[in-house]
């Protein structure tokens, strides 16, 4: 059934700075009912090596257009956490693990300009301020075999460097 409302007013708040979290919650934004293994799946991502990757961010961002944000898209909160979702996994996916691990402002930078490129092309009304990068490790699963290669690797650099010496 189809209502339709005509002079209801709809407050948007376009001077506040609002987020989207991923790969963790806050205690606030918790509480929204997100199951726990959801919110971990999304921030485990393959690398360009083949190795996994948990990679937690938080998307900063501000509505630009409230036409937009309210009309033009149904759900526009769940495209911004897909589209999010979806540029991460793009620009994680083109890096070594190494690169993951120690670059994260420049993944940053890559995907707001990416992720942004797409919202404004959905034409969302969201404009990104900042993807802010949390700590990215591997996960606890595998973290002694990946502690082992970077052993391995470094004694191997280490032969090369003695053998050099000689």
Do not use: C
Not at 58 to 65: A, E, M, S
Not at 95 to 105: Q, W, Y
């Amino acid at each position: 059934k189809i209502i339709k409302v005509i002079d209801e007013i709809v407050k948007v708040p376009v001077q506040r700075q609002l987020k989207a979290e991923f790969g963790f919650r806050t205690q606030r934004i918790a509480q929204s009912g997100d199951a726990e293994a959801d919110v971990s799946r999304e921030s485990v991502m393959l690398t360009g090596d083949l190795n996994v990757a948990v990679v937690p961010w938080i998307v900063q961002y501000r509505i630009k257009d409230p036409y937009n944000f309210l009309f033009k898209v149904a759900n526009v909160r769940q495209l911004l956490k897909d589209m999010s979702e979806a540029t991460m996994r793009l620009v994680v996916g083109d890096r070594s693990i190494n690169e993951v691990i120690s670059k994260s402002d420049e993944i940053a930078i890559e995907a707001r300009e990416s992720l942004q490129k797409e919202l404004d092309q959905a034409e969302t009304g969201i404009h990104i301020v900042t993807i802010e990068m949390k700590k990215t490790n591997v996960p606890p699963s595998v973290q002694p075999s990946f502690n082992e290669v970077n052993q391995a690797t470094q004694e191997k650099e280490q032969m090369i460097y003695q053998a050099n010496e000689e």
